[in-house]
């Protein structure tokens, strides 16, 4: 495409240079396409709708402003709330009055009502049961003198188990046994946990504690009888039931859950849950804990409350911030923001090295040491403080950023451009120049300026990114451009504040981190096109 614009032929060689490296080449189009697509990011992300007719008139909010009063008459020259008016009679019962929003209707500054994230109404009813412990004393014959809750495990009343052997329903490993001896004997015992297996081969946990040597034998050894944890066991120890407004149940974990445990609870504790569950549709509510089949449960009330920042939803792919304002449209925005600074400051920057460096090499002398040492003066000035002097003294704004971050970052490229100036100010055609009498500004910048630009262009992708990654980072510490303007910095400050919303780490990091990395693809590209000695590295 662009090989048709160029006629020189070193040029056209570079060129095919550049394309030779896929990545970079790709990388190029993509960022352009980037770039592009944020320029229109109005007809893509935006509260305002494209097209209103209202009235028999058409209007158009993306590119001109209308108060209130326009579409309500309520005299009030105020920013209209278009999405609400679009819920307003006028335009639901005439199809003659419509509106014609964006893909994604929603701008970067528009902050959202809770109540405008659509969520699932519904509460979930959580019960837990809660794990089995037993306690058996035994005596010496193993035959039980006391139990507690530990007819549970095998169906029986606790009284029915006075006096039966503890193996006719558990099995005691050698060592369960041993330990069990040791403390009938009076002698020092550590603490010891086993598995064991209770009725139909159920695992279970058996304990005992530590035991020291008294001044009589026990007579009596207690032993403590857990149930393992679900994951251990693989049984199911919860069960989660959803509800509607109506109280009705929607959905359960599967088919037998509403059976085995909702159909268990009694009419009293059923009527409990559901006025729980309805109190819970407007409060939270506390867990409260109830008996089904002789288990004990722990009854939870879950209900997905909007508060910001909220997860990713359908109508919000990226989620909300802190200010319920949409993702995507801030990292959309903010690419542009991004972008635009960048380019502005690396031409700005350039620019003045170009300027500052042309001077220096092609006069030289005291010239170029006063530059020198005005340069070495400069670059030992705190940018950052400046930065921060300058801000609380005029305000935080794009426009102050770009100068105060434009004055100092010309430096670098100014050496590379003196370098090149001495090189080229002693060459035949720059003598021949000064000989026909031509101005030293037209030798400047028509001769040996197109000579000398390899480090501009080689350098300008590297300088991009590097500008990119600087106003994040000077967002990122609050000295970046004023709220609430759109930044991939401001976003990740908010991640830092709000560690759990898990998408304002994600996707500005990703897309800062695609940027970038396409910038450096074509830098890269860009490097290999103008390498003198391409093939003299070993690659």
Request: glycine share 8%; net charge positive; aromatic share 12%.
């Amino acid at each position: 495409m662009f090989s048709r614009f160029i006629k020189n032929p070193l040029a056209l060689k570079r060129l095919k240079r550049f394309k030779e490296l896929k990545r970079a080449y790709y990388s190029l189009w993509i960022l352009i396409g980037l770039y592009g697509l944020s320029l229109g990011a109005e007809l893509i992300c935006n509260s305002a709708p494209l097209v209103v007719h209202f009235n028999g008139k058409s209007y158009f909010p993306v590119i001109h402003f209308y108060p209130d009063d326009t579409f309500t008459g309520s005299g009030k020259q105020t920013r209209p709330d278009y999405w609400h008016i679009h819920q307003s009679d006028e335009f639901k019962h005439n199809p003659e009055n419509y509106m014609v929003f964006t893909l994604l209707p929603h701008g970067p500054l528009a902050s959202l009502d809770q109540q405008d994230v659509q969520v699932a109404d519904r509460v979930t009813l959580k019960l837990t049961r809660q794990p089995m412990v037993g306690t058996a004393d035994i005596r010496h014959d193993f035959t039980i003198k006391r139990a507690f809750r530990l007819g549970a495990f095998v169906d029986r009343d606790d009284n029915a188990l006075r006096g039966q052997s503890v193996e006719t329903y558990f099995e005691l490993p050698g060592d369960v046994k041993n330990a069990i001896a040791r403390r009938f004997e009076n002698q020092d015992a550590s603490p010891l946990s086993r598995t064991i297996k209770g009725p139909g081969k159920k695992p279970l946990s058996l304990s005992l504690s530590t035991f020291g040597k008294r001044r009589e034998a026990p007579k009596t050894v207690r032993l403590t009888i857990r149930e393992r944890a679900s994951a251990e066991s693989g049984e199911k120890l919860s069960t989660r039931l959803a509800f509607n407004r109506n109280l009705e149940i929607e959905s359960d974990d599967d088919a037998t859950s509403l059976s085995e445990v909702w159909d268990r609870i009694t009419d009293e504790e059923k009527e409990a849950l559901r006025r729980m569950i309805a109190l819970r549709f407007e409060d939270p509510v506390e867990p409260y804990k109830l008996t089904i089949g002789g288990n004990v449960y722990v009854a939870e009330f879950l209900k997905e409350d909007v508060r910001f920042p909220f997860r990713p939803v359908k109508d919000h792919w990226m989620g909300l911030d802190g200010a319920g304002r949409d993702v995507l449209a801030r990292i959309l925005y903010g690419l542009r923001t991004s972008m635009t600074f960048g380019l502005l400051l690396v031409l700005i920057s350039y620019a003045l090295g170009i300027i500052a460096g042309a001077l220096q090499g092609y006069y030289g002398g005291l010239i170029d040491i006063t530059g020198q040492r005005l340069i070495e003066i400069w670059s030992a000035l705190p940018f950052l403080y400046v930065m921060i002097l300058l801000g609380s003294v005029y305000g935080r704004s794009f426009l102050l950023l770009l100068i105060c971050y434009g004055i100092f970052n010309w430096i670098g490229i100014s050496y590379y451009m003196r370098a090149e100036f001495l090189r080229l100010r002693k060459q035949p055609f720059v003598e021949a120049a000064k000989c026909m009498g031509i101005s030293s500004s037209k030798i400047i910048f028509r001769h040996i300026l197109p000579n000398g630009l390899i480090p501009v262009i080689t350098f300008f992708p590297f300088s991009l990114v590097g500008a990119i990654g600087a106003l994040a980072a000077l967002d990122y510490l609050g000295f970046g451009l004023p709220p609430p303007t759109p930044s991939w910095g401001e976003l990740l400050f908010q991640a830092q504040e709000y560690r759990w919303a898990w998408w304002l780490i994600l996707y500005p990091s990703l897309a800062l981190f695609v940027v970038m990395l396409l910038g450096v693809f074509v830098g890269e590209g860009v490097r290999n096109a103008y390498d003198p000695k391409r093939y003299t590295r070993l690659e």
